[in-house]
């Protein structure tokens, strides 16, 4: 990069090296990631937006866009940037998408936020009927007693999350550049991975937790969709699955149809 290719005029090149060269990531460096057609802000130690990400959230929006015949609720569970629901609120027609994000770092409910202003989605309002909305919630929901804290807009009809799902000795593999910048609480998903995907389990076998005919679509580590899929189909409320590959072939994204 020259001077001239340097869009970030606030941070001098010599700086900018430097912090590269200790193995910052570039996003935090540069302070934005394209996420779809946005351009989110990334902060550490919020856990940057990764493309595979990017890739499901862009087919789950082509799939709510097409099947949208009123205004559905969303909530996506472990927030982060707000990446998720905020992609889906810009691509998804207006007025058909009102989300939650909930998550358990100041950190990410903050960036969430602003990039929320950022994207212009509003929060809720009698006045923002005809747009899609985001609000967020600092809460655990792992704790049994979330459903009782936070004040949900259940029943909801689709939940997303890209919930932390890596084991302990795959944190410990981890490149330095993700394990010194990018937060634990974002990455380790308990000893086998699966913590939160058996408390999503939980919450949503719930009694008005979810509207009939509700979609649960979960990131998943790319050895992890089978017994995912076996997680939700515990809940004995699944009528199908769907497993979705990300773009270099590995099994990313399950979603249960309820
Ligand atoms: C893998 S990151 C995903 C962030 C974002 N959704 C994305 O896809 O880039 C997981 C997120 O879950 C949040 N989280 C971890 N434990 C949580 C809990 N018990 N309750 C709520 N959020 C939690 C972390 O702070 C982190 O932002």
Same mark, same amino acid.
């Given at each position: ?163 932390? #799902?890596?084991?302990?000795?795959? #944190? ?6 993700? $394990? ?11 000893? $086998? ?46 009528? $199908? ?18």
């Amino acid at each position: 990069m020259n001077q001239a290719t340097n869009t970030h005029p606030h941070l001098s090149l010599p700086d900018m090296l430097r912090r590269r060269i200790l193995g910052e990531p570039l996003q935090y460096i540069l302070g934005d990631q394209p996420f779809g057609p946005l351009n989110l802000i990334t902060r550490a130690p919020v856990l940057i937006p990764r493309p595979e990400t990017e890739h499901w959230v862009i087919k789950l929006a082509d799939r709510l866009s097409s099947t949208s015949t009123r205004p559905k609720r969303l909530l996506d569970l472990g927030t982060g940037s707000g990446c998720i629901p905020l992609l889906l609120c810009h691509l998804c027609p207006p007025g058909t998408l009102h989300t939650h994000g909930i998550d358990i770092s100041p950190h990410a409910i903050q960036l969430a936020t602003d990039n929320a202003a950022l994207c212009k989605i509003p929060t809720p309002s009698p006045r923002s009927l005809h747009v899609n909305s985001f609000r967020t919630t600092l809460a655990n929901f792992l704790s049994p007693t979330f459903s009782d804290d936070v004040n949900l807009s259940a029943p909801y009809d689709i939940i997303t999350s890209n919930p932390p #799902y890596i084991t302990w000795n795959e #944190y410990l593999e981890l490149p330095r550049s993700v $394990s010194d910048y990018e937060d634990p609480k974002a990455l380790f998903g308990g000893p $086998s991975g699966f913590d939160f995907y058996h408390s999503i389990a939980r919450l949503v076998r719930q009694k008005g937790f979810l509207n009939p005919a509700a979609v649960v679509a979960l990131e998943v580590g790319h050895t992890q969709a089978k017994r995912v899929e076996d997680i939700m189909r515990a809940t004995g409320l699944v009528h $199908s699955t769907e497993i979705w590959c990300d773009p270099w072939g590995k099994d990313r994204t399950v979603l249960a149809h309820f």
